[in-house]
Every structure is written in structure tokens, then in C-alpha cells.
């Protein structure tokens, strides 16, 4: 819905230039979290972005933590791939920036 | 001079001194961020307010400008349990700006460039307790802190300040925006310690 509003009004902002500043840190910082929902590493996993169809390593996202939860966005489009949020019950995961998760797995 | 919501009176004896249940004092001002910090030229920045039947209110940077802009000192709570007492501001009140606006809508979704939401009854942007924030500290707001303008509306958690902010849809029905759709509490009252869904 943003996606489309952006564009018809073409007022996208320039984001923060690759190479620039660093207020993320790389999908890795997932693993700790991850590690309390998913019983394999999944930042070895491959994910594949919703809004651009790019497909890499969790450990390759851009995750933003001085925030109320993980924020992962796509190193390509930087649009959110995943967000966490661990509540004092629940671990909230939200997936809905990221179309498939293929996890390495031993052969069966 | 403060500016205290009404809800406030006879929790706050003290206005400005009086931490939420959970909150500690900081004195500088943390910033949080979700995603890159979006740069956006004033000359092609855009305030709108859109309604229920898709009328379309806008808004440039000079059209901002020559609104009536007040400067209220109020204090932050951020949902990560810092609070900041006797921040100023200057803006325009949401009153100003939805004098014209015919709604029947009663919630708000805000939305920033950068692609944020968040999500709040349309109430609690009337009342003196809603800005479109141009300065922080007497200059102009940083982009760190939401700059070109950002939404304060600090009687609740600070994330429903959206930084950035672009526009603000009005809804018959409450749509819950970028954190309030992933575990936090869809109103955010720091006051009765609204942090999370249940709470
Ligand atoms: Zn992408």
C-alpha cells in the first residue's frame, strides 16, 4: 500500500548511502534471538525478500536494534524483511516481508 | 509553560517531575531508530490528511510555515523505559490542521516517509495534545529526531510520535501500524504502563 502510494507521488526518500554511517549491524545479530525460537541456526538460513524477490543469507541483513524490537531489512531494497519482538510472554514474529525461509537441514 | 493533558490531572501533582510505572529519567536524548534515517528535502516535502471518502488535505513545507505555531514543553516516555522531562517544541497543532478536515472516522493511521505506521485514535490528536513538530531546543528538528517534521503526541508512548511523519489516514476501523501489528499495545497510555498486546 506504501509501495504504491510512493510511487504515485514519487516522493521516495534517498536512504542512507551504503558505505555511510553504520547504525545497523549484520543478520547475525538475529542469532541469539532466533536461537530461543528455532531449535537450528537459522542465520545460515536463506531468505527470500517480498518486496524485491532478492533471496540471501539472514545473516546478511540490516538489523536495526536501538528500536522496540529487531528490526531486519533487505541489504538490497532495504524494505523490512523481519521484525521481533520479545515481550515479557511472547516472541513476536513477524514474517510478512519475507516470501520463503529455507533452512539447512541434515539429510533426511 | 507546560502543557499537561487533561488526562493527566490528579496522577501528576507534580507536572514534569512524576516518572510512568517502569520509567527511568534520562537526560539526553536516546535515538531509536527502525530503519536508515530518510532524508527528505523540505522543498518537496508533503503533509496530508486523507479521510474515509479519500478527500485529500495537503499541505507544503511554506504552507506549514504561515500556520499559527505553538511551543509546547512536554515530557517523552519511550516504550524502552527511558523518560525525558521538559522537552520544546515548536508546531502546529493537529487542531489547526484538522479545523477544515470533515470526518467521521474515528482512528488515525500515521504513516512517515521511510515507510513507518503507527496507529491511534483520531481523539487523541485533537485537544491541544497533538503537534506537527518543526523544531526541537529552540532549531530546526534534526533528521535523527524526525526532521523535516514528526508527529508528538507525548501522552503516549514516544513510537506513536512518528518521526518523519507524511501523512495521517483517518479510519472507521483501528488499523494497527509498524510495532502495534507485532506485539505492542495498540493505544500506548504510559500512564497505565500500555506496553505490550494483554497489557
Ligand atoms: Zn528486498
Not at chain 2, 8 to 37: I, K
Not at chain 2, 96 to 125: F, K, M, Q, R
Not at chain 2, 162 to 170: D, E, P, Q, S, Y
Request: hydrophobic fraction near 35%; proline fraction near 8%.
Amino acid at each position: 500500500m506504501h509501495d504504491t502510494d510512493r510511487a504515485a507521488t514519487g516522493t521516495a526518500p534517498p536512504q542512507d548511502a551504503p558505505g555511510g554511517a553504520t547504525d545497523f549491524l549484520d543478520g547475525n545479530a538475529l542469532a541469539g534471538v532466533l536461537a530461543e525460537l528455532f531449535a537450528v541456526d537459522v542465520t545460515t538460513a536463506t531468505s527470500r525478500c517480498a518486496h524485491c524477490g532478492s533471496s540471501g543469507h539472514l545473516a546478511a541483513l540490516r538489523v536495526y536494534g536501538r528500536a522496540p524490537g529487531l528490526v531486519a531489512r533487505c541489504p538490497h531494497c532495504s524494505e523490512v524483511v523481519l521484525r521481533l519482538v520479545r515481550t515479557p510472554q511472547d516472541m513476536w514474529l513477524d514474517m510478512r516481508g519475507c516470501t520463503a525461509l529455507a533452512v539447512p537441514m541434515a539429510p533426511a | 509553560m507546560a502543557v499537561i493533558s487533561r488526562g493527566f490531572h490528579g496522577r501528576r501533582p507534580e507536572p514534569g517531575r512524576t516518572l510512568p510505572p517502569g520509567q527511568y529519567e534520562t537526560r539526553d536524548f536516546p535515538v531509536l531508530s527502525a530503519g536508515p534515517t530518510p532524508r527528505v528535502d523540505r522543498d518537496r516535502w508533503q503533509f496530508t490528511i486523507t479521510t474515509e471518502t479519500g478527500a485529500r488535505h495537503a499541505w507544503s513545507w511554506p504552507d506549514l510555515m504561515a500556520l499559527p505555531s505553538e511551543s509546547p514543553t512536554v515530557d517523552l516516555h519511550c516504550v524502552t523505559k527511558w523518560s525525558k522531562f521538559g522537552t520544546t517544541w515548536g508546531g502546529v497543532s493537529l487542531d489547526t490542521l484538522l479545523a477544515d478536515v470533515e470526518t467521521e472516522a474515528g482512528y488515525a493511521l500515521v504513516d512517515s516517509y521511510g515507510g513507518y505506521t503507527t496507529n491511534l485514535p483520531l481523539a487523541d490528536l485533537r485537544g491541544g495534545r497533538a503537534w506537527i513538530a518543526h523544531t526541537y531546543d529552540g532549531a530546526d528538528l534534526a533528521p535523527e529526531h524526525g526532521g523535516p517534521a514528526r508527529l508528538l503526541v507525548p501522552h503516549l508512548y514516544l513510537w506513536k510520535s512518528a518521526k518523519w511523519v507524511r501523512g495521517i489516514r483517518l479510519l472507521t476501523r483501528d488499523e494497527p501500524g509498524f510495532w502495534e501489528s507485532a506485539g505492542y499495545h495498540s493505544y500506548g497510555d504510559p500512564w497505565r504502563e500500555q506496553r505490550y498486546q494483554g497489557d
